[in-house]
């Protein structure tokens, strides 16, 4: 039975990855923040373990308890949509402190493990917004755009080791709280600057058109589980309608 582990499964995509993978034989560690053992169903293959992808005793301790793993899916990430202006200092040194170093910190805690087995897959979940230029995500975009040059990278330097380096690109996905998560941030932040707020309701009516293609958590799922389980799967995997637009 191959184990992986999740970060980021309270909601959303991790939970669903979560569940896609214990519905189809796998062991699964899911790690939350806060955990919680009713989000997922009760099974013999699943563990849920606490975890800070922000600090490294945290990601030391869960990697730890986790034991041997064969596939890390960096899922944990948080959302930020403002004009650079708008962006205190300390909310853009959380967005790369969480989205691009805790994945690096967590890909240095597994690769041990995965160096002495010579083998092991990691998946990096990033970003549809990668793929295009968008208003107001301009700090967000650049912590999951350093990510997927990261990635490729150390793909060619984990080649000889026989470690396989993956990334998932998921679409925007109104249905998931991660949107919404981001607008709460931004109202605690102040809202938009005075300068921007014009443009900003702009921007924000075009995302909310009514029919346009998105992202379900369900994509994002089945996309993570081909890149574990077909060796021909490309580097980069778009997830949902609008992202596999986006990619052809």
């Known amino acids: 039975m191959k184990t992986v582990l999740i970060t980021g499964c309270s909601s959303g995509f991790g939970l669903d990855t979560a569940r896609y993978f214990l519905d189809r034989g796998w062991k699964v560690i899911a790690t939350m923040r806060s955990p919680r053992s009713d989000l997922l169903p009760q099974s013999e293959n699943l563990v849920v373990l606490p975890l800070d992808v922000t600090d490294d005793e945290s990601v030391r301790q869960t990697v730890a308890a986790a034991g041997p793993i064969h596939v890390l899916v960096n899922n944990a990430g948080i959302g930020w949509m403002n004009a ?11 967005v790369f402190e969480t989205n691009t170093l805790g994945t690096m910190r967590m890909i240095s805690a597994v690769l041990p493990q995965f160096r002495e087995r010579k083998a092991g897959l990691i998946i990096n979940v990033t970003s549809s917004v990668t793929m295009k230029p968008l208003p107001l995500l ?15 990278s150390l793909a060619i330097e984990l080649a000889p080791f026989g470690i396989a380096v993956k990334i998932v ?42 029919g346009a293609p998105k992202t379900l958590s369900a994509d994002v799922a089945e996309a993570v589980w081909r890149a574990a389980n077909d ?10 309608a609008d992202a596999v637009a986006l990619e052809a």
Not at 84 to 94: F, I, Q
Not at 196 to 201: H, N, P, Q, R, V
């Open 84 to 94: 650079l202006e708008g962006t205190p200092r300390d909310v853009a040194r959380s």
């Open 138 to 152: 301009s700090v967000y975009t650049a912590s999951k755009a350093a990510v997927n040059a990261f990635t490729e």
């Open 169 to 210: 690109l998921p679409g925007a996905a109104p249905d998931t709280s991660f949107g919404s998560t981001a607008f709460s941030r931004l109202q605690e932040s102040g809202g938009f600057p005075a300068a921007y707020a014009e443009f900003a309701d702009e921007v924000i009516a075009a995302m909310r058109t009514p």
């Open 231 to 240: 060796p021909s799967a490309p580097m980069r995997i778009p997830a949902g």
